[in-house]
């Protein structure tokens, strides 16, 4: 029998949350045990588009607001072909951030709507599972100083945070949310056992339609 599709498994969550650690720990431990497993992240700074993207984060170029938020969804689309490629393959695919720190980000901005943000990233494959690393802003203040690149100031993190709790309230998306303020090998029990029992649940499901 043709084995299953790969499950298309996103970790989100405020900065300092832990996404990194977390997704390369997963992956690492699905390989262990066996299953075919691969890391992504968005934006993917290593196209041209996440070229652009990158120089606007780190302040070296400025974008207008609508044209930035643009590019990072077309980040996304680009990578679609080849993330369907491999979930057909039975590969699973952890991703560090997705479409829903691209609307919590620009929503965050003054003048603009969710539905306006979300847009543009409709029909893009449908994570079976998004895990929101919920982190208090006194834990993630005590992780240490904010980086220099754009978007990194409390003030502007915890609109974002607000524009998350929006997002999280849609049944439509399988939302879970994460205790990010324990340790790094509790957190990855808990993840671990929500996306193992999410591969093997969405097996032989079809791919959805994000946000259709
Ligand atoms: P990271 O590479 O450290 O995860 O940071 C990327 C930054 O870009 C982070 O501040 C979140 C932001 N972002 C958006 O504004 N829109 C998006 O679509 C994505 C994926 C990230």
Redesign the pocket.
Known sequence: MKCGRGALVVLEGV?RAG??TQCKELVRELQRSGRAAEMM???D?TTMIGQL?SSY?EKKSDLEDHT??LL??A??WELVPEMKQKLEKGISLVV????F???A??SAKPGFGLEWCKSPDVGLPKPDLVMFLQLPPSVAAARGEFGT????TSVFQQAVQSKFDQLMEDPTVNWQVIDAARSVEEVHKDIKQFAMNTINAVEKQPIGDLWK
């Open positions: 900065d996404k990194t992240r968005f934006p700074r993207i984060l930035v938020h990072f969804s980040n996304r560090d951030r997705y479409a720190s691209g609307v980000f620009t690149e754009r978007y990194e």
